[in-house]
């Protein structure tokens, strides 16, 4: 070996020993009669100390720059006690070093490597291995190789296999775009990156395997943001004969476990259950932060007859209440964040011995709002979905803005979506996806499709979707009805889905799962903001990978090789 330690290892009781250790050059002390390199790497710094007597290594340790990999033999030496670092666990020593081996060079980094970088993202991604070359980053990836350790051991305890499905799949509707991959032996043809092994791991139940998992790459061409990435991971389970109860006490048990193993936090379970329109109700999303104890309430028919024609024309009216005074500056604020995402505007009234507001003159009837000295009440009205959807928004900023977040985590169940929505071109689509067991029957849900509940369910963690799942559909002939009633032909149904309704037919069991996001799930155990820095190599806001330069054109010769032509629309 080239080393025989590393630079996260050495205590005081080492003192004496002779070493040979290596790393990356992270800063360089030069005091003219002694020099001393902070050596890293991924398991700590280790201080090496070139003492005055050794003229000959002075003169090439003044040759080597930061983030040079180099090698230092020496003895192990303990510091002396006013000049310990406390602060990491290698400061109670340095190596004395005999000689210096220059492993490789570095040019000039594009910008300092430490823990908080000053350089900007795009920069950062650019280098990426060097933002890698941090603390903070190493502890996140050590977090996410914990994770799947504890989930293998957990699953492999409770009787699931680990089987990987294809990643080159079918097209079908998953709720995103496809990324597609042309094929060379079929000329025409294409495969579509799996954007998850949904139809996969149903036909391994059908096929008896009855506890499957894998920690499954998941494509999905959508607008990225901070907890979505055009590839993830997730951890994918899915088991025979369970009812949403299993799936519940399943999940909560690795839940459980993880937290434990990796941050040593002890969870209170069962997790709270809520079912999705009593969440819009009160939260206005259905991944509320149980963190913030502000809640939303309803007063559509408190004021569904006054004068003031803000409330009685419209469908809904609700409102959040915050003790304190809040400013007529920071009311404009807030209403101009409202203004960004669609909304009209945010009504407000302040009980303050008197009441002042900016509809007290319209609405004679005040103390309907029941709004107790020395508190603020914002209100929006509009259509129901749009306004509990802005309402929703609204409190998180106000939680955010008053310091009201908690510390913790907290977890809640969303349960009893419904099966299908309306898109923005008023199309019958899947709320989550198609394969989803209806909660009533198939004649309910053919009569109100948008409104007709299903077995599926989500699991918010801190008011981020961390897994969603359901029971499947296993009968064949309610999943090809879903199918209609989502708007296929029967010749698209057979075309997309003739395999899978196959399948289903020749003795499918009642099956069911979920999907942990392993990204968002590492992110939150790490406290970070953004999956992207538990991500090795991660994608910008605009989808490039500024390390390795992709997206990128290919050569004219592949692209006849796969009869693929590109055109340009400006030409």
């Known amino acids: 070996m080239i080393r025989d330690v590393n630079c996260g290892e050495l205590r005081?009781?080492?003192?004496?020993?002779?070493?040979?250790?290596a790393g990356w050059v992270r800063k360089i002390r030069d005091h003219g009669e002694i020099i001393f390199i902070d050596l890293w790497d991924r398991y700590g710094k280790t201080q090496v100390f070139i003492p005055s007597d050794r003229e000959e290594l002075?003169?090439?340790?003044?040759?080597?720059?930061l983030e040079w990999v180099v090698l230092f033999e020496g003895e192990v030496r303990e510091r002396p006690e006013e000049m310990k670092n406390r602060k990491i666990p290698t400061g109670g020593?340095?190596?004395?070093?005999?000689?210096?081996?220059?492993?490789?060079?570095s040019r000039v980094p594009p910008f300092v490597v430490g823990e908080e970088i000053k350089a900007g993202e795009e920069l950062r991604y650019r280098y990426r291995y060097l933002d890698l070359r941090r603390m903070r980053m190493i502890k996140n990836f050590e977090i996410r190789h914990r994770v799947m350790q504890v989930v293998r051991d957990f699953l492999d305890r409770n009787g699931f296999i680990e089987v990987e499905t294809p990643y080159l799949a079918k097209s079908t509707p998953e709720g995103a775009r496809d990324f597609v991959v042309p094929s060379r032996l079929h000329p025409g043809k294409f495969y579509a990156l799996a954007q998850s092994p949904q139809i996969y791991k149903q036909i391994l139940m059908v096929s008896g395997f009855d506890r499957y998992y894998q920690f499954a790459r998941c494509f999905r061409d959508e607008d990225l943001r901070g907890d979505r990435q055009f590839e993830h991971t997730q951890i994918d389970i899915e088991f025979s004969?369970?009812?949403?109860e299993d799936v519940f006490n399943l999940t909560e048990g690795l839940m459980a476990e993880i937290f434990k193993q990796v941050r040593g936090i002890e969870l209170e379970t069962p997790f709270p259950r809520m079912k999705y329109i009593q969440s819009m109700e009160k939260y206005g999303t259905d991944k509320p932060d149980l963190r913030n104890p502000l809640m939303i309430e309803e007063f559509t028919e408190r004021v569904k007859d006054s004068p003031f024609r803000v409330f009685s024309s419209s469908e809904y009216t609700g409102g959040i209440r915050v003790k304190g005074i809040l400013s007529r500056r920071d009311i404009q604020e807030l209403e101009e964040r409202i203004k960004k995402e669609?909304?009209?505007?945010?009504?407000?009234?302040?009980k303050e011995g008197e009441y002042r507001g900016s509809f007290v003159k319209h609405h004679p009837d005040l103390d309907t709002f029941g709004l107790n000295d020395g508190e603020t009440l914002l209100l929006i009205s509009g259509e129901r979905k749009q306004a509990l959807t802005l309402l929703g928004i609204l409190r998180n900023i106000l939680g955010e803005r008053l310091g009201l977040i908690q510390n913790g985590f907290r977890f809640v169940w969303i349960t009893r979506f419904p099966l299908f929505e309306l898109d923005e071109d008023e199309n019958i689509t899947p709320c989550h996806h198609i394969f989803t067991m209806p909660a009533v029957s198939i004649e309910e849900v053919r009569e109100n499709p948008t409104t007709a509940e299903g077995m599926q369910y989500d699991l918010v963690l801190n008011g981020v979707e961390l897994a969603s799942g359901s029971i499947r559909n296993h009968n064949p002939e309610i999943q090809r009805e879903l199918f209609r009633i989502m708007g296929l032909s029967e010749d698209e149904i057979e075309e997309r889905f003739g395999f899978l309704l196959e399948a289903l037919s020749l003795g499918a069991p009642p099956h069911g799962g979920i999907a942990p996001g392993l990204d968002r799930l590492c992110m939150l155990l790490a406290g970070e903001e953004s999956i992207r820095d538990?991500?090795?190599?991660?994608?910008?806001?605009?989808?490039?990978?500024?390390?390795?330069?992709?997206?990128?054109?290919?050569?004219?010769?592949?692209?006849?090789?796969?009869?693929?032509?590109?055109?340009?629309?400006?030409?």
């Open 58 to 65: 002075k003169e090439k340790v003044r040759e080597i720059g």
């Open 241 to 244: 004969f369970p009812e949403e």
């Open 12 to 21: 005081e009781k080492d003192s004496g020993r002779h070493v040979r250790i």
């Open 534 to 571: 538990v991500i090795a190599f991660p994608k910008t806001y605009q989808g490039l990978g500024l390390m390795e330069g992709s997206p990128s054109y290919v050569h004219k010769e592949l692209l006849r090789e796969l009869h693929i032509k590109v055109v340009d629309d400006d030409a």
């Open 342 to 350: 669609g909304g009209k505007g945010v009504l407000y009234l302040v």
């Open 93 to 105: 020593i340095e190596v004395v070093a005999e000689r210096m081996e220059v492993l490789n060079r």
